[in-house]
């Protein structure tokens, strides 16, 4: 039996998104609008956004931003 865990999606925090993207989290900040269109973002509540691994490396894959 699969465990739930293992079901969902990994989701990142905009500090593990500026790592992974190799930019600040200042530059992320200020390229939201932009970013929006390539890399949908996961809103937990009004002040919790993350963003799903498996769509981080895609747009990696398709480039980058």
């Given at each position: 039996?699969?465990?739930?865990?293992?079901?969902?999606?990994?989701?990142?925090?905009?500090?593990?998104?500026?790592?992974?993207?190799?930019?600040?989290?200042?530059?992320?900040?200020?390229r939201r609008k932009e970013l929006e269109h390539v890399l949908?973002?996961?809103?937990?509540?009004?002040?919790?956004?993350?963003?799903?691994?498996?769509?981080?490396?895609?747009?990696?894959?398709?480039?980058?931003?």
């Amino acid at each position: 039996e699969e465990s739930l865990d293992s079901s969902l999606p990994k989701l990142i925090t905009r500090s593990e998104l500026a790592k992974i993207l190799k930019v600040s989290e200042h530059t992320l900040a200020v390229r939201r609008k932009e970013l929006e269109h390539v890399l949908p973002m996961v809103k937990l509540n009004d002040r919790v956004i993350r963003y799903k691994l498996s769509d981080v490396q895609k747009l990696i894959e398709r480039g980058g931003i």
